[in-house]
């Protein structure tokens, strides 16, 4: 059963780079079937789709975001990765990692969340 | 991109049947086939009950069901239980390469 985990700080400065991992087990990250996705939660408000990764390396982005987001693939550790730049207040949210099975609208399994917040 | 239109809330009590709503626009929703919904109990990983506007996945109960019309997506669940009791999320791909969330319905079972 495919399991995600994400990983990273838990605070981040204004200004600073938020960068969280997302660790999957119980299959491989190297699927042509499969992308990886991260999706953020700001306290009290919905779902916000940040952006996607196929495993090649082919990527699309939440255009309000696309400025300041990275999402990279490795292979080697079957890990992928966030990094946002320039982060603020608003950033302050719950940030969850999953899979999204291409040629569909399915995003299944999610990670648990990890809950990061923007602070001085 | 904006996001789609949910209830904030629902209600009904154990056994009835609830309808929640998910209007977007003929760039997303009416566009694609490509409307899912989610399940999410706070603190807990969201959980995908729909895909593809109406396809369950393994292990959903067959309560619940989803369907479409022109712009508008709908989660229907029959039997309310007091376990459905959660947010529901509904996200459809979008005609800029993208994907896109509703606000969030709070289901209460009474």
């Known amino acids: 059963q495919l399991q995600l985990q994400e990983s990273g700080p838990g605070l981040v400065k204004p200004s600073e780079t938020l960068s969280l991992t997302c660790t999957v087990s119980?299959?491989?990250?190297?699927?042509?079937?499969?992308?990886w996705v991260w999706i953020r939660q700001p306290p009290g408000k919905g779902l916000e789709w940040i952006g996607t990764?196929?495993?090649?390396?082919?990527?699309w982005y939440n255009p309000s975001l696309k400025s300041r987001v990275t999402i990279s693939v490795d292979t080697s550790k079957n890990q992928f990765s966030l990094k946002l730049s320039s982060v603020t207040a608003a950033d302050t949210a719950v940030y969850y990692c999953?899979?999204?099975?291409?040629?569909?609208?399915?995003?299944?399994?999610w990670g648990q969340g990890t809950l990061v917040t923007v602070s001085s | 991109q904006s996001a789609l239109t949910q209830p904030a809330s629902v209600s009904g009590s154990p056994g009835q049947s609830i309808t929640i709503s998910c209007t977007g626009t003929?760039?997303?929703?009416?566009?694609?086939?490509?409307v899912s919904w989610y399940q999410h109990h706070p603190g807990k990983a969201p959980k995908l009950m729909i895909y593809?506007?109406?396809n369950r996945p393994s292990g959903v109960s067959n309560r619940f069901s989803g369907s479409k019309s022109g712009n508008t997506a709908s989660l229907t669940i029959s039997g309310l239980q007091a376990e459905d009791e959660a947010d529901y999320y509904c996200?459809?791909?979008?005609?800029?390469?993208?994907?896109?969330f509703g606000g969030g319905t709070k289901l209460t079972v009474l």
């Open positions: 999953g899979r999204h099975r291409g040629g569909s609208s399915s995003f299944d399994p």
């Open positions: 003929s760039s997303d929703v009416g566009g694609y086939n490509y």
């Open positions: 990764n196929d495993y090649s390396g082919s990527t």
């Open positions: 593809d506007v109406s």
């Open positions: 119980g299959g491989s990250i190297s699927s042509s079937s499969y992308f």
């Open positions: 996200s459809s791909y979008t005609s800029s390469s993208t994907w896109v």
